[in-house]
Nanobody
């Protein structure tokens, strides 16, 4: 089992910044990547960013150049630095741990709310 705890959400004005954290614990050895997804009211959950064990990074087009994913391996924590935020970034943000054993064994955090006011 892997436990994921997100933190850092909140309310920010357009143009502002927030940093989200996701701390992983438990069977860390079973994870080969960690990422962030978000879900706005009435919309499907969508991919935001991912970082693999090997350090490969990928972003959704909508956040490229504004968001940065990073990790602290010693702390088993992944971060999402969000800059130049706009109201379209308003959503619940969820951390995901990708299992080496396949998507059926992936883990999700409980989510943290991010609201960007105009």
């Amino acid at each position: 089992q892997v436990q994921l705890v997100e933190s850092g959400g909140g309310l920010v004005q357009a143009g502002g910044s927030l940093r989200l954290s996701c701390a992983a614990s438990g069977s860390i050895f079973s994870i080969n990547a960690m990422g962030w997804y978000r879900q706005a009211p009435g919309k499907q959950r969508e991919f935001v960013a991912v970082i693999t064990d090997g350090g490969r990074i990928n972003y959704a087009d909508s956040v490229k150049g504004r968001f940065t994913i990073s990790r602290d391996t010693a702390k088993n924590t992944v971060y999402l630095q969000m800059n130049c935020m706009n109201p379209a970034d308003t959503a619940g943000y969820y951390c995901k741990a990708f299992s080496k054993w396949g998507y059926e064994y992936d883990y999700w955090g409980q989510g943290t709310q991010v609201t960007v006011s105009s």
